[in-house]
């Protein structure tokens, strides 16, 4: 018992010990070329986050989410591009949009189930990509928008890389506190039992049909946020942010870090980075790399890096009652055989 109140204690220590990692490291690394690294990881966190919502505590495999990251990030561009919007309303009509567009799509989409959703899911990101690279006369096509202004709140302008990361981190952090907020409350109990058994769920009274959608619109909603800070840190968009290549990278994060966990976005999206940055030489082949990684990845941590830690963390956890259950027991007998033994004499 008093293990596992050490356990839980510097369990709720490790929140506030990263974030101070997190806010110091810009003062203690002078070389941007990390800050940048890490400031992209905490934008694809913010977006896979949201894909952990709808594929790991709700079930449903969407392959759309590099379409929304790029419609959030053209609404947000072409508002303070072609608009000239300032920063925050254009953040939140980008999150806004994207979350129509995803309500829309999931009305339709989720009345599928299993594969048949997973490749509706995929045609609707192509056709997203479609729409960005085609409508030349909107979004530029494949020339790009150029000229994305540096965002500015009041007179707060992020114009350096230091104040950009700070206001990324600002947003994942606000992300990763309502993600763990969903998932701890009702709300997030109804989607894992969604996710478990369907049937189950209708049996129980529950409306699965509207509880996807509000899933569905939570993850396209992050997705549109994490395009938006994307653009407004590039500050350049191509149609090529929408590729469906994003959505499997975003899946291959989600997978290596742990699929329906809390820090499973963040972990797996800051190793394969990484990983992917060391092999910038090899990134022609870097599919040849993480084909064979995933599949020992499947065959030995099906669960993911975290998705393993919490399970083992239960195993123990268990053994522990388990024994202490089996001791009680023993000392019971015990006592009862002494005060037995006292009676007869």
């Known amino acids: 018992m008093r293990k596992n109140r050490i356990s839980q204690r510097a369990s709720k220590l490790v929140l506030p010990a990263l974030l101070l990692i997190a806010a110091a490291i810009p003062v203690l690394i002078s070389n941007t070329y990390y800050l940048d690294v890490l400031a992209r990881v905490f934008i694809w966190t913010i977006a896979v986050s949201g894909m952990n919502v709808i594929v790991g505590y709700t079930g449903q495999l969407s392959l759309a989410h590099a379409g929304f990251f790029g419609i959030g990030a053209y609404t947000f561009g072409l508002l303070m591009v072609k608009a000239e919007m300032p920063f925050l309303p254009s953040l939140v009509v980008a999150m806004v949009a994207t979350g129509l ?87 997030g109990r109804t989607f894992m039992s969604i996710r478990n058994s369907e049937e189950l769920a209708v049996a129980l009274g529950i409306n699965v049909m509207r509880n996807k959608i509000l899933a569905f619109v939570h993850s396209t909603v992050l997705a549109g946020l994490a395009g938006a800070l994307y653009a407004g840190y590039i500050r350049f968009l191509g149609p090529d942010i929408a590729h469906v290549e994003h959505t499997f990278d975003m899946l291959l994060y989600l997978l290596v870090g742990g699929i329906g966990t809390l820090w499973g976005p963040l972990v797996g999206t800051t190793l394969v980075t990484i990983l992917m940055q060391m092999l910038q030489s090899w990134q022609e082949y870097r599919m040849m790399i993480f084909g064979p990684v995933l599949v020992l990845l499947v065959m030995f941590l099906p669960y993911g890096i975290i998705g393993t830690c919490v399970r083992l963390k239960q195993r123990r956890q268990t053994e522990l009652e388990r024994r202490a259950e089996h001791t009680t027991a023993v000392s019971s007998v015990h006592e009862q055989r002494l005060s037995g033994g006292k009676a007869d004499a």
Do not use: D, M
């Open 101 to 187: 567009i995803g309500a829309l799509v999931g009305f339709i989409s989720l009345r599928l189930k299993g594969h048949y959703f997973a490749i509706f899911s995929l045609c609707v990101g192509v056709i997203l990509l479609l729409l960005i690279e085609k409508w030349e006369s909107l979004t530029e096509g494949v020339r790009g928008l150029l000229g994305i202004p540096v965002p500015q709140i009041g007179s707060l302008v992020f114009s350096s890389l230091t104040s950009q990361y700070y206001l990324i981190l600002f947003f994942l952090v606000l992300t990763a506190l309502i993600n763990k907020r969903i998932v701890q409350s009702l709300v």
